[in-house]
């Protein structure tokens, strides 16, 4: 089974400041996916950045980038220059190879970011 | 083509009504997922379809909870005697296949399902 731990349950960053919010997981599987999404208000979930766990980069997508600690069971999210556009809900999830694991994405609690002009 | 539609995008129903909750996903995707959000939380799994079968429907809350799909395309959620604890969001998703590790999931934009 996968678990997603997101312990920020909300964040405040300034506009244009960096944030990094937390995801730690855990999974029995070898093979594995991270992945994060953003909620807004209107409610629709969007994909931002995927990481492989066998891929060897962290995983980068203009301004969102995946600080990825294997060892520590981490997957960050990182967004740079913050804008007011980015204040949602975001959820960090992750999909295993085995078992119900192989074939739904596991999500954390979300953390809601708030951007201050 | 279009992203997935889900209908209605709101819902208030009485205590005991059966409702619908329809999804169209993306074109071409074969693999559909329904999920839950309550307030405040994160999204709880439902069920998933491969084409047209639903292998596991164990995440299903209860005997009141149905879903099909047919055509490979259009799903629909059905939940009978509604409670005022089905109250939440429900939210579909689609991706191309199912069981690849790097295939993200597509959402719709959701159906806010308010039972009073």
């Known amino acids: 089974a996968q678990k997603i731990t997101q312990t920020q349950p909300g964040m405040f960053v300034q506009e244009k400041e960096a944030v990094t919010l937390d995801c730690t997981y855990d999974?029995?599987?070898?093979?594995?996916?991270l992945f994060w999404y953003k909620q807004p208000s209107s409610g629709e979930m969007i994909f931002l950045i995927y990481q492989g766990s066998y891929d060897e980069q962290n995983a980068t997508e203009g301004r969102y980038s995946l600080n990825f600690q294997k060892a520590r069971k981490s997957a960050n999210l990182v967004i740079s220059a913050s804008q007011l556009g980015d204040s949602a809900m975001y959820f960090c999830a992750m999909r295993g190879v085995s078992g119900a694991g192989s074939y739904q994405l596991t999500f954390g609690k979300g953390t809601k970011l708030s951007v201050i002009p | 083509g279009a992203g997935v539609s889900q209908s209605p995008s709101n819902k208030v129903t009485e205590k005991g009504k059966d409702v619908e909750l329809r999804c169209d996903p993306i074109s071409g995707h074969t693999a559909l997922y329904w999920y839950r959000q309550s307030l405040g939380q994160g999204l709880e799994f439902l069920i998933y379809?491969?084409?047209?079968?639903?292998?596991?429907k164990s995440g299903l809350p209860s005997d009141r909870f149905s879903a099909e799909r047919t055509g490979g395309s259009v799903s629909t959620l059905t939940i009978q005697r509604t409670q005022q604890e089905d109250s939440a969001v429900y939210l579909c998703?689609?991706?191309?296949?199912?069981?690849?590790?790097?295939?993200?999931?597509?959402f719709g934009n959701g159906t806010r399902l308010t039972v009073t």
């Open positions: 379809f491969q084409g047209n079968s639903a292998p596991d």
């Open positions: 998703a689609s991706s191309l296949v199912v069981g690849r590790v790097g295939s993200p999931l597509h």
């Open positions: 999974t029995s599987d070898q093979s594995y996916g």
